[in-house]
């Protein structure tokens, strides 16, 4: 494609979408730079990927055409002071950070610049991801398609209104960590009916990833879909009937609004 694409930070999250872009041949490793300040993690990404690396983050962003400002919120302030004077009018800047508008972005940077908020998750890692994007007024539909296209090597994406990214934050960006407590409190259920640890994860994950991909696949309704399994007198709709009886939902919606609460405060 010829594109060039520049990461600053090779964090978990900055090295999946790295591995996803690369193995969807995309951009091939002398496409792709990674700025980090640990010498440590560049050579690991550089062993592992063979991509560029460095650890001053203006060169990264000088030799790219697509960056992605892959650090934690509380540094990018100082990123983007450090670069500002680097990047041009022409690059497409993507950002992963909740609760950093576009406005407050623009703001930073000092002038009108190609930006595109996002919010990955985790299971990029595995080519799984789900990820909002926001792009700025600056930004073409074919250059928003382009990132979207780049960006497929390892996520699901979906364009949407920038008041929704915290929504996003909620729903997929943070979720994940909810997703694993159920399947940790369900393996450890089996555990105590006598399965064996390593082989209760493996029941409980199969069957948390089935059942999502019912609710993809199939178009019908999640709830539909959970009467399915409960048969008139069965043992499901007696463990349904714990699960309303200790608040299961009430508490799923109480930490996502907890959590917008904090991605609108950041």
């Excluded at 909620?170 to 390593?198: C, L």
Aim: hydrophobic share 45%.
């Amino acid at each position: 494609m010829g594109k060039k694409i520049g990461f600053i930070g090779c964090g978990n999250m900055g090295g999946a979408m790295m591995q996803g872009i690369l193995d969807s041949g995309k951009c091939t490793p002398q496409e792709m730079i990674t700025s980090d300040r640990s010498e440590a993690a560049l050579a690991a990404k550089k062993e592992a990927l063979g991509i560029l690396t460095t650890t001053d983050n203006r060169e990264a962003a000088a030799f790219c055409d697509i960056l992605f400002l892959a650090v934690k919120p509380q540094f990018y302030e100082s990123v983007i002071e450090e670069i500002k004077d680097t990047v041009k009018e022409d690059q497409i800047i993507v950002t992963i950070a909740p609760g950093k508008t576009l406005a407050w972005l623009k703001e930073k940077f000092g002038r009108e610049l190609k930006i595109i908020r996002t919010m990955p998750n985790t299971p990029a890692m595995v080519k799984e991801g789900m990820m909002g994007m926001c792009p700025n007024e600056n930004v073409t539909e074919e250059e928003v398609a382009l990132v979207r296209d780049i960006c497929d090597g390892f996520s699901e994406t979906e364009v949407i209104p920038e008041h929704l990214m915290d929504v996003v934050t909620a729903v997929s960006g943070s979720s994940p960590a909810y997703v694993f407590m159920f399947i940790e409190a369900m393996a450890d259920a089996a555990v105590a009916g006598g399965m064996p640890r390593a082989q209760a994860y493996k029941f409980a994950a199969q069957a948390v990833m089935g059942s999502a991909k019912m609710v993809l696949e199939t178009g019908r309704h999640p709830g539909d879909l959970k009467d399915m399994v409960c048969s008139p007198a069965g043992t499901t709709i007696q463990a349904v009937r714990v699960l309303e009886e200790k608040g299961m939902r009430s508490a799923v919606i109480e930490a996502m609004m907890k959590c917008l609460d904090i991605s609108r405060s950041l």
